[in-house]
């Protein structure tokens, strides 16, 4: 997975980016995204207007920088977990988990974005990124992947598996997460094509 590298970032921008953050996921519980406005936000972040616009331009521009910090950050995740070349499950095994990891750790914001209330940009831009994972992942396997052997078409195998997993997270959220991260992975990795066949 790539990552852009950034600049450091002064810890005052990340703590109101932090408050405007919490308080447009508390109003989205409270109202559709039509009717949340700047001050809205301003006024349950503890802000002023002015401090909001010194960060977005407007709440599509706030939405769009949400959504590309998310990304960071699950990116970050994913390069941080190093592949395991011994691991019966697959050398992506650890990633796979790591990453429910943090879906639950911010799980109140996941269930907002992805389960509750689906805002579109949220849910394009996860499921790209599952769908980058699942394309790498096939990619690695080459031609001893299961996918290959059986006469699957890639593309075919990456939108099949990249919608399964993001449906089996949303679904798993909207329950509130009645598995673990690392029970919910390996139930994930029982449902895919070739898994069964691996020795576990």
Same mark, same amino acid.
């Given at each position: 997975?790539?990552?852009?590298?950034?600049?450091?970032? !002064?810890?005052?921008?990340?703590?109101?980016?932090?408050?405007?953050? !919490?308080?447009?996921?508390?109003?989205?519980?409270?109202?559709?995204?039509?009717?949340?406005?700047?001050?809205?936000?301003?006024?349950?972040?503890?802000?002023?207007?002015?401090?909001?616009?010194?960060?977005?331009?407007?709440?599509?521009?706030?939405?769009?920088?949400?959504?590309?910090?998310?990304?960071?950050?699950?990116?970050?995740?994913?390069?941080?977990?190093?592949?395991?070349?011994?691991?019966?499950?697959?050398?992506?095994?650890?990633?796979?988990?790591?990453?429910?990891?943090?879906?639950?750790?911010?799980?109140?914001?996941?269930?907002?974005?992805?389960?509750?209330?689906?805002?579109?940009?949220?849910?394009?831009?996860?499921?790209?990124?599952?769908?980058?994972?699942?394309?790498?992942?096939?990619?690695?396997?080459?031609?001893?992947?299961?996918?290959?052997?059986?006469?699957?078409?890639?593309?075919?195998?990456?939108?099949?598996?990249?919608?399964?997993?993001?449906?089996?997270?949303?679904?798993?959220?909207?329950?509130?997460?009645?598995?673990?991260?690392?029970?919910?992975?390996?139930?994930?990795?029982?449902?895919?094509?070739?898994?069964?066949?691996?020795?576990?």
């Amino acid at each position: 997975m790539k990552e852009n590298k950034k600049s450091y970032t !002064d810890p005052r921008i990340i703590r109101t980016r932090q408050l405007i953050r !919490d308080a447009f996921v508390q109003l989205l519980q409270e109202k559709d995204i039509e009717k949340i406005t700047v001050n809205s936000i301003a006024e349950r972040a503890t802000i002023n207007r002015v401090t909001f616009y010194l960060h977005y331009r407007d709440i599509p521009d706030m939405l769009e920088k949400m959504a590309d910090d998310m990304i960071e950050v699950i990116v970050r995740v994913l390069n941080n977990t190093p592949v395991d070349e011994n691991s019966p499950e697959g050398i992506y095994w650890p990633r796979m988990v790591h990453f429910l990891e943090h879906i639950a750790e911010h799980s109140n914001f996941y269930k907002v974005i992805l389960a509750s209330k689906r805002t579109p940009i949220f849910t394009e831009r996860l499921l790209k990124l599952v769908t980058e994972m699942m394309a790498e992942n096939l990619e690695r396997e080459g031609s001893n992947s299961f996918i290959s052997m059986a006469g699957i078409q890639k593309d075919v195998a990456i939108w099949y598996v990249s919608s399964a997993l993001f449906g089996t997270i949303v679904g798993w959220l909207r329950n509130d997460m009645p598995y673990t991260p690392l029970f919910l992975a390996k139930q994930f990795y029982l449902l895919l094509p070739g898994y069964r066949d691996k020795e576990l």
